[in-house]
């Protein structure tokens, strides 16, 4: 079974690299681009069969290490 | 006083700390990450700056959860006294031990330079040999120093007195410019400046040295 985990920056904390992001594709002529946030995806092989148990168990690991949810936020698709 | 100094894979402060504690009269062991228990009778721990775990993850993250990293928050949890100089400020708000996050830089570059910052209170064993709203001149070298907290959390440092250090002038996009914060019981510290790196005239400075005094004399137990 596998796991897709998206972290992201908080609304309203600032991005400084999604904002240097923003200001490159602007040199580079894509005009419109009103904000960039930048967020990892995280992609675990899990053991586990069953797919509560399994969202279950990569919450717990988003809680305790994969995000820091003072500053991000995250999301879980089991596949 | 005895002082245990971690080494994670990454940290290159660990020996100035380890000669800082020293300086101080202190009695330093070196503790490798891979232990999962603390020497006995330790009263301070030093957690070093540099790069731990290569700063996968997020500055701070992996280091904050190695073997060692439960002793250490047991260690603060039973009212033992820690100092983290920039990796090791990141990993103690990873472990949770101090509030909000240090962030990537607002300007983006690694700064290295020297910063004034203004001891904003002497009511902790790591600032009283230095006087409320003092100005010191301690370096700093970071890119991930921008501390940030939400407004909650920072109404509460502000009216516990627990903002340690501020920047005079502010590099790096921190919140309120701050650059040290305490825990509530003042026994954890956490600052992005290195006050290991100013402790006798040949590093070029003896800023940092009044707190590494200040707390070998004035530590209670835990």
């Known amino acids: 079974m596998k796991a897709r985990v998206h972290v992201m920056l908080k609304?309203?904390?600032l991005d400084?690299?999604?904002?240097?992001?923003?200001?490159?594709?602007?040199?580079?002529?894509f005009s419109g681009v009103a904000a960039v946030r930048q967020g990892?995806?995280?992609?675990l092989d899990l053991a586990a069969t069953d797919t509560a148990a399994a969202e279950a168990e990569v919450k717990a690991m988003c809680e305790k290490l994969l995000a820091n949810t003072v500053i991000e936020k995250y999301t879980v698709e089991i596949a | 006083m005895k002082a245990a100094v971690i080494t994670f894979p990454?940290?290159?402060?660990?020996r100035d700390l380890f000669d800082a504690f020293a300086k101080a009269g202190d009695?330093?062991?070196k503790v490798w990450h891979k232990e999962t228990e603390l020497p006995a009778g330790i009263d301070v721990i030093g957690i070093p700056g540099g790069f731990s775990f290569g700063d996968y993850l997020r500055c701070g993250a992996i280091a904050s959860r190695s073997p060692i990293?439960?002793?250490?928050?047991?260690?603060?949890?039973?009212?033992?006294?820690?100092?983290?100089?920039c990796n090791g400020f990141q990993v103690l708000t990873e472990m949770g031990l101090?509030?909000?996050?240090?962030?990537?830089n607002a300007g983006l570059k690694f700064i290295s330079k020297p910063v004034a910052l203004t001891v904003t209170t002497a009511d902790s064993a790591f600032t009283s040999g230095y006087d409320k709203g003092q100005e010191i001149l301690i370096p700093i070298a970071h890119a991930e120093g921008n501390y940030q907290i939400d407004a909650e959390g920072l109404k509460q440092l502000q009216g516990e007195d627990r903002v340690a250090f501020r920047y005079v002038e502010n590099p790096n996009g921190a919140t309120d410019d701050i650059a040290g914060v305490l825990s509530a019981n003042r026994r954890v510290l956490g600052m992005m400046p290195h006050p290991e790196r100013v402790v006798e005239p040949a590093q070029g400075g003896t800023d940092g040295a009044a707190l590494f005094r200040a707390l070998s004399s004035g530590m209670a137990a835990a």
């Open chain 1, 11 to 13: 609304d309203g904390v």
């Open chain 2, 10 to 14: 990454g940290s290159n402060c660990d």
């Open chain 2, 98 to 104: 101090l509030p909000g996050a240090l962030m990537r």
């Open chain 2, 69 to 85: 990293g439960q002793a250490v928050v047991d260690f603060a949890q039973r009212g033992g006294y820690v100092l983290g100089v």
């Open chain 2, 27 to 29: 009695e330093v062991v």
């Open chain 1, 40 to 43: 990892k995806v995280i992609e």
């Open chain 1, 16 to 29: 400084p690299q999604g904002e240097a992001v923003r200001a490159a594709l602007g040199h580079m002529g």
